[in-house]
Each structure stands twice: as C-alpha cells, then as structure tokens.
C-alpha cells in the first residue's frame, strides 16, 4: 500500500476523463417518442397537461417523424385518439380495419420507412367504459377480450406496424397475439409487452391526451398494484414464455428497483416507458422555474437506463436527442 491519499477525483477532473470512464452513456438511438395521432385534427392541437405534447393530424404526425428519424431515434409508439361520437362498450372501432389508426399507422409508414413503428394493442381509446378490457358488470372480461386484441395486433401489423405493443395488461394475452400473428405468417412482427404495468397515478395527462380515463372504477384489477415487486417476476416470465421479444417496465424513473430487478432474471431486452406524468412532472417544475428542464430530463433518462433500461419510451425523446446532437431544443 503506497502511503498517499486515495484520490477518486482524478477521474472527475476533466470533461473529457468523465466521459471515458462513464458507467452508463444515453444516445438517441436508446430513445422511442410517443406520438398521439387524432382524425378530427387539423395539423396539431396541443395537450393542456403535457406541455410541448400535441395530438398530431396524419400529415403533421409525418412531419414530426422526419425530425425524429433525423435526429437518430430509431422508433415512435403511435397512440390513437378516438373521436368520442365513435367509442362504444364493445370497443368496435378498434376493429374497422378502414379505421384511422390503421389509416395513420400505412401513413406514416410508407412516408417513412426506417423509421419502426410500435402500435397500442389495448381497448381504452375505443370504449366508452374509458376501460382497457370489456367491462362485464363489475368485472372485465379477460378471454373475450384478448380475442379482439389478438384481431387488433393482426390488423395494425397488416397496416405497416413493426412491433406490436399490448398495454391492456390481460392475462394471455401476449400468447394469443404471438399465435395469431405466427398463423397469419407475420413471423417477423415484434411484440414489445407492457409485461410490468402498474396501476399508477402518473397515467393521468395520457388520459387526458386520449379523454380515455376510466368512466367508473379504476384499473386496480388488471395493472399492478405498486407495492409488489416479486409479482413483477411473474408477469416479466410468463410474458415471455408467451413470446414477447421486449418486456416493458412502466412506469420508469420512480420504478427503477423494478427494472433493475427484471434486468438480472432475463436475457431479453427491456424497455422503460418515462410516462405522461412523469413527464409532466418535470415540464411543470421548469415552468415554474424551480427546476432546469433539459438537466432534470438527462438525468431522469440516465437514471432509467442505469437500472437496466436498454430503450425508453419518453416524451422527451426528442428534446433529449436534440441535446445530444448539442442543439438547442426548440
Ligand atoms: C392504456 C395506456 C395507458 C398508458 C399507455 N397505454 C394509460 C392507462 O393505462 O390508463 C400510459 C402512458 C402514459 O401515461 O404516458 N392502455
């Protein structure tokens, strides 16, 4: 042992030392932005909870996955916004295969190819129960509806959609929708499951987004209750031995025990969904200038990735690619 002090600081004099001795590094290509795409609207109207979030027409939501894709993200998860003239309790438009997701997923597609598209398997934007699954009394009925859920998946992979993404949390139905997709001969459709979904409260300006919150109750039996972590185990496995290619941990910066956790039991990859509130949280703090934005945002995102993330879905996505790219977010 030399006699001299231990100095863990000469690995933090420099920015350059920093960088080549970080422990975990964020780039664009790490990053999915959520898009909400709505037919009623002409070019984009903005959301009053998530400040800088807009319900995109098909034209505009094109337009911003130009920016996207040159900024080097590599992929957007397309939500629908369902005119409320068209929800009913059995969720049908979600099955009108000339209906506007589908129309916007074939849009926006072909306008950009190599761009990957994640659609939204679950039935809240189309029921006007402002419920993932069929609500039946006081129950939801789980088996009926993964059969429309498997008909969805099949529908938005014929539309263009690369990697279907069921946030209903149903059980089953991760298998129901690899089956149906392997005997339509779309063996190379990707599922990404919202395999950890928690019934959280940081959903809230998603719903606003969508007007999709639950008319009655809330969906405590379906998503998970955010005391349990063991449970996280559970569903992380059975999600893929039913066929997921990418397990989903939502939400993620506040959840980080829990992606950490599902990281060391599974070989597949993991995405974190950084969600509406979180988002929110931070927009709302710099507003009131008692935090920086683009600083909280970097390190929130890192933090995400630190616990294990490979990919996070945020609505910063493109604010923290523009930061990256040492441009100035606008
Ligand atoms: C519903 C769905 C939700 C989110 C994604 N899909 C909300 C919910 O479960 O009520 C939340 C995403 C976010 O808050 O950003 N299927």
Do not use: W
Request: proline share 5%; glycine share 6%; with cysteine.
């Amino acid at each position: 042992m030399l006699n001299q002090p231990i100095r863990p600081r000469r690995l933090r004099s420099s920015n350059a030392i920093r960088n080549l001795v970080a422990e975990t590094t964020l780039t664009p290509a790490d990053l999915i932005m959520p898009i909400f795409v709505k037919d009623s609207v002409t070019d984009k109207e903005p959301i009053f909870s998530m400040p800088g979030i807009y319900r995109h027409s098909i034209q505009s939501a094109i337009e911003q996955c130009k920016r996207i894709r040159d900024l080097g993200i590599n992929a957007v998860a397309l939500f629908p916004g369902i005119d409320n003239s068209l929800k009913t309790p059995q969720a049908n438009e979600a099955l009108n295969i000339n209906g506007f997701y589908y129309e916007a997923i074939s849009a926006i597609k072909d306008s950009n190819p190599e761009l990957l598209i994640i659609s939204d398997v679950a039935l809240d934007p189309y029921s006007s129960d402002g419920h993932d699954g069929l609500v039946r009394g006081s129950l939801i009925a789980n088996d009926e509806t993964i059969e429309i859920l498997a008909k969805m998946a099949l529908y938005q992979a014929k539309a263009g959609a690369d990697i279907i993404a069921p946030s209903d949390m149903m059980d089953g139905r991760v298998g129901a929708i690899r089956n149906t997709l392997e005997n339509a001969q779309y063996h190379n459709t990707l599922i990404m499951s919202y395999a950890v979904k928690y019934a959280s409260s940081f959903y809230r300006p998603f719903r606003d987004a969508l007007e999709s919150a639950p008319k009655k109750g809330d969906k405590k039996t379906y998503q998970m209750n955010p005391s349990n972590k063991k449970e996280a185990l559970k569903e992380a496995k059975l999600d893929e031995e039913e066929g997921a290619d990418i397990l989903m941990i939502k939400p993620a910066s506040i959840y980080g025990d829990i992606i950490h956790n599902i990281k060391k039991e599974t070989t597949l990859p993991i995405a974190a969904y950084h969600v509406s509130g979180e988002y929110s949280m931070l927009k709302a703090a710099s507003d009131k200038g008692f935090l920086n934005y683009e600083t909280i945002l970097f390190e929130t995102l890192l933090s995400i990735k630190r616990a294990g993330a490979n990919m996070i879905l945020t609505y910063g996505a493109i604010d923290a690619a523009m930061l990256l790219n040492n441009k100035k977010i606008i």
